[in-house]
């Protein structure tokens, strides 16, 4: 392993793709992934004798637990204050799994980026002298063992010094971190969860029932995806990690309201069964229902760790403080839209199963409904609507497997969803929503075909700002929206009396006015009462990626900003009252908040571009 020769034209490859990968992560805004900043591919050996890695408990999960404390203690007689210690899994991280390019370029020594990495000294202040230090990293069971090698020379010319022997889950194909999606029906809750256990090893299940009552068992659907699949480096490459299995179940005939108990299971051909934990959740209400409902909204959220790894100059510093603001207050919501950049993996694959244990409290509770944004999607000649490197070469393919929603066809990711009194229109903003399209045909639809006696309160969903937003971004290209967005739809905003528009990609917080064709209809206010005059447009990006600019002048549609980490919720109350609230992250407080108050006859009174016609005749 140590002393596998390598050719410069394979560092020449691999440096060449983790290069378009980083930059296309830069352009995208939000500052780069940190995974993407070790050059691997340029990894040497360089063994330093009394060097070692050391890792303890050796084995994890004795009591079923799917994420552990590692205890990882080092020594290099010559250290440096840029040595690091990666986390590689699969434990067995060497030239046996490099593809090689063709049969003139030798693969390189590594050629997989580690799942998360951490300084030497991060927790050793005297390390540069001493040589020594200790680190207590977190693990997630993740299908594969884990070692733990120590590197000098920095991230970006990285010489491997040491590695540690295997640290392994005891059962590391155990099903792990359920997630929770409405179903296409109202009464239809779809659980999806990964494991290692493939068709032709196991039977997936779940073990499911109003709590007290006799359980059932439902099958479940087991998909994954190749490295084929994926559309270029990083996620092709040096970030490709194989995804395990995704199974989904769909849990149907739901009773309104009532707590379900549910577990997920594996029957192993052998005779036995492997149990995943128990959680509960509440039923979604029947449409029209007049009851308390509580939904929670953001964007651009991604994951961090626990343990403080993988940082780099600030990539999503508050998102443990929105993921445990919901945890706290999981209470009290009902429903969670996560609306476009949702791991910001950007071709890291391991990345995903770190974001699914992240939020697997609040998704394992309550559906957690998730859209498209450029992270997830955007590759040049994939079809996305945006021909910008975002994605890091993932062009949809983990996000539209590893969560569920309930969209006719998952690859094109719009979807609509009906809760209680709401109706959510979700778009997909990285492909094509302009007029003529089928995507504008689906919003069309979704926003007409609303009941608003039963439902009134119509929700628009994006991730990109089809809308309103001050961002500099947008100042620097003399607009103030993405091409095209509010032109090709807010006529259909103001004839379907869409209550709230809400976006993500702007990392940060921004409310208009009732605004329609940039000029605000009603003035800006804490209290809306009687007919709709227009839409309110919100950008909630701030969930936890790194935060936006806004112009310095502040246009006259723009009625409250906010350059923070934060949240939305709404609050139906019942059929005439329904409560928006801003909240921030670090500590759950309300920063912004509007009522609105209106009765059906408000829903169906003319205003501006949304009378029907009329006829004299009597």
């Known amino acids: 392993m140590l002393s596998l020769p390598r050719t410069a034209a394979a560092v020449t490859v691999y440096a060449l793709l983790a290069l378009i990968a980083s930059a296309g992560a830069a352009a995208a805004g939000g500052g780069v992934q940190p995974l993407s900043r070790i050059a691997i591919h340029r990894a040497t050996a360089a063994p330093q004798p009394g060097a070692f890695v050391d890792a303890s408990p050796a084995l994890l999960g004795l009591e079923g637990e799917d994420r552990e404390w590692v205890t990882v203690t080092y020594s290099n007689p010559r250290p440096s204050k840029d040595d690091w210690i990666g986390v ?76 540690s022997k295997s640290v392994t889950f005891i059962n590391p194909k155990a099903p ?38 006799i359980q059932i068992l439902s099958p479940a659907g087991t998909l994954t995806f190749s490295r084929e699949t994926m559309c270029g480096p990083p996620a092709r490459t040096v970030g490709w990690r194989d995804p395990g299995f995704i199974h989904t179940s769909f849990l149907k005939e739901l009773w309104p309201n009532l707590l379900y108990t549910y577990q997920v299971g594996h029957h192993i051909f052998n005779g036995s069964i492997v149990w995943g ?70 071709g890291y694959l391991s990345q995903w199963d770190q974001f699914t244990a992240q939020v697997e409290p609040i998704a394992s509770t309550v559906p957690y409904m998730v859209a498209s944004g450029n ?45 209680g009194m709401f109706r959510f229109c979700i778009s ?19 926003l007409s075909s609303v009941d608003r006696q039963k439902q009134p309160w119509l929700i628009f969903l994006a991730h990109r700002v089809l809308g309103y937003s001050s961002a500099t971004f947008y100042a620097d290209e003399g607009t103030t929206e993405e091409p095209m967005g ?38 800006g206010s804490n209290l809306y009462t009687g007919a709709f005059t227009a839409t309110t447009h919100v950008v909630v990006g701030g969930g936890g990626a790194s935060l936006a600019d806004y112009t310095a002048v502040r246009a006259r549609w723009s009625h409250v900003r906010d350059r923070d980490f934060g949240f939305a919720k709404l609050t139906a109350f019942n059929h005439t009252t329904l409560l928006f609230e801003y909240k921030k992250s670090r500590d759950g407080s309300v920063h912004d908040h509007f009522t609105v108050s209106r009765d059906y006859r408000d829903v169906l009174a003319c205003g501006v571009d949304n009378c029907p016609s009329t006829t004299l005749a009597s």
């Open 88 to 163: 590689f899994s699969p434990a067995n991280f060497n030239d046996s799994i490099c593809p090689q390019e063709n049969e003139w370029v030798e693969s390189p020594l590594l050629c997989t980026a580690p799942i998360k990495f951490q300084f030497a000294n991060y927790t050793n202040r005297d390390y540069g002298n001493t040589g020594k230090g200790s680190l207590k990293l977190q693990l997630i069971n993740q299908r594969e063992g884990f070692s733990f090698a120590l590197f000098s020379g920095g991230l970006s010319n990285p010489k491997l010094i040491a590695h």
């Open 176 to 213: 792990v971190f359920p997630r929770l999606a409405q179903g296409k029906s109202w009464n239809e809750m779809t659980v999806t969860w990964t494991s290692g256990y493939g068709t032709n090893e196991a039977t997936p299940f779940v073990r499911w029932g109003i709590q007290g009552q």
């Open 277 to 346: 934990h128990q959680y509960s959740f509440k039923a979604p209400p029947y449409p029209g229902e007049d009851s308390l409902q509580r939904v929670v909204i953001f964007g651009d959220m991604g994951k961090a760790e626990v343990d403080g790894s993988n940082e780099f100059n600030g990539f999503e510093p508050a998102s443990l403080n929105t993921t445990n603001q919901l945890i706290k207050d999981l209470k009290n919501i009902d429903v969670v839209f996560h609306i476009g950049d949702i791991a910001y993996a950007n």
């Open 375 to 419: 992270h997830e999607r955007d590759w040049p000649g994939s079809g996305s609507f945006y021909g910008n490197l975002d994605s890091g070469g993932e062009c949809g393919v983990p996000a539209q497997n590893m969560f569920y929603v309930p969209a006719e066809n998952r690859e094109q990711f719009w979807y609509s969803m009906d809760y």
């Open 428 to 446: 997909n903003t990285e492909l094509d929503w302009r007029a003529g399209t089928e995507q504008y045909r689906f919003i069309e639809h979704c």
């Open 486 to 523: 509010r032109e090709s739809l807010q006529s259909l905003w103001q004839k379907h009396k869409v209550d709230i528009a809400m976006y993500g990609h702007v990392h940060g917080y921004e409310r208009t006015c009732p605004v329609y064709e940039n000029a605000c209809v009603a003035k």
